[in-house]
């Protein structure tokens, strides 16, 4: 049982190239969410989608985009890198609805590590 | 206010207590997590407690519950180099549509010097 698969885990962008960061999961969960995190700032929401068919903003949605494929993917786009999206990518997915025994865990992936130059 | 507060750092000898802090910011949050990150990895869910809880106890691991002062704390018994990460807590609060915000703190990173 994989969980939730990310690629690539390493990137290297120059500035105003586009790339997208794939997220696919096998536990059949219908909330799936993409995070960024950055030193001393913790996780920031970036977008998610509750469900397939569905996509919302987080925290700081600006310069991406996401499409949720289908149940399992749910992929992340920068169409114009700038050096301030240089960060680590979460892709992470959960049960829902959340009631016990589902205790609200999110499944994270093993992050992506991007860097625009 | 809107941020999930954390210390950013702690460093104990091993063998000692470790006790991580976290300031959450809504009194409805009903459940609350404490998530472990090692080098390299993504988060992994360590432990969690319901709102109704003053306290939890797993191995290990104890975590409070102060919903008055809206704290929480996960204490780390006779702590070992393998417990060196970054800690995060994290709230759980449901909006209407079904949608549950999540809201991590800014990480404590644990160091176990030996």
């Known amino acids: 049982n994989a969980g939730v698969t990310q690629t690539p885990k390493f990137q290297v962008l120059k500035t105003g190239q586009s790339m997208t960061l794939q997220c696919a999961q096998d536990m059949n969960h219908n909330s799936m969410y993409w995070y960024r995190q950055d030193p001393g700032m913790g996780l920031r929401l970036i977008y998610y989608?509750?469900?397939?068919?569905?996509?919302d903003k987080g925290e700081v949605p600006n310069g991406y985009n996401v499409s949720r494929l289908n149940k399992r993917e749910f992929s992340l786009r920068l169409e114009s890198a700038a050096p301030s999206q240089t960060s680590v990518y979460f892709c992470?997915?959960?049960?829902?609805?959340?009631?016990?025994?589902?205790?609200?865990?999110?499944?994270f992936g093993e992050g992506s590590r991007l860097t625009v130059l | 206010g809107e941020d999930v507060e954390q210390s950013l750092f702690l460093s104990v000898r091993e063998g000692d207590s470790s006790v991580i802090n976290c300031t959450y910011t809504?009194?409805?949050?009903?459940?609350l997590y404490w998530y472990k990150q090692e080098p390299g990895a993504g988060l992994q869910l360590l432990t969690y407690?319901?709102?109704?809880?003053d306290m939890k106890q797993d191995q290990r691991l104890t975590v409070l519950l102060n919903k008055k002062d809206k704290h929480l704390s996960l204490r780390i018994a006779d702590t070992q180099t393998g417990d060196s990460a970054i800690y995060f807590c994290?709230?759980?609060?449901?909006?209407?549509?079904?949608?549950?915000?999540?809201?991590f703190g800014t990480g404590t990173k644990l160091q176990v010097i030996p």
């Open positions: 992470a997915s959960r049960a829902t609805p959340h009631s016990p025994p589902n205790t609200g865990e999110l499944f």
């Open positions: 989608s509750a469900s397939e068919g569905t996509t």
């Open positions: 407690i319901f709102s109704n809880m």
């Open positions: 994290a709230e759980t609060l449901f909006l209407s549509g079904g949608y549950q915000k999540v809201t």
């Open positions: 809504d009194s409805s949050s009903t459940y």
